[in-house]
């Protein structure tokens, strides 16, 4: 079991910029590939960016090209996404998620593929 606590969101202007990161305690120990998620009101979770364990790989959606990267931490700090030109329609509830595997190269964006959740951080992008 490992648990996963998500930080540094908060209140921005458009343009600007923002780091997530997400935290792990617990079973640190395994091999994790992680993933960020966002879910705005009144809309679906959707994927956000993804990164393999060994950092090989990574995967992000359209909509985020360009403006945000994923990268790995360490067994504390697992996993951060930095964030530029965020635009208003980036405002939502922003999920870090872990899956153990042993596939240290593969990264995943489908989110029932992961087994951990955090509870979120709100991000909001003010026009």
């Known amino acids: 079991q490992v648990q996963l606590v998500e930080s540094g969101g908060g209140l921005v202007q458009a343009g600007g910029s923002l780091r997530l990161t997400c935290t792990a305690s617990?079973?640190?120990?395994?091999?994790?590939?992680t993933g960020w998620f966002r879910q705005a009101p009144g809309k679906e979770r959707e994927f956000v960016a993804a990164?393999?364990?060994?950092?090989?790989?990574?995967y992000y959606a359209d909509f985020v090209k360009g403006r945000f990267t994923i990268s790995n931490g360490n067994a504390k700090y697992l996993v951060f996404l930095q964030m530029n030109s965020l635009k208003p329609e980036d405002t939502a509830v922003y999920y870090c998620?872990?899956?153990?595997?042993?596939?240290?190269?593969?990264?995943?964006?489908?989110?029932?593929?992961?087994?951990?959740w955090g509870q979120g951080t709100q991000v909001t992008v003010s026009s």
């Open positions: 617990g079973r640190t120990s395994s091999t994790y590939a």
């Open positions: 998620a872990a899956k153990a595997t042993t596939y240290y190269s593969r990264a995943y964006y489908q989110p029932d593929e992961y087994n951990y």
């Open positions: 990164i393999s364990w060994s950092g090989d790989s990574t």
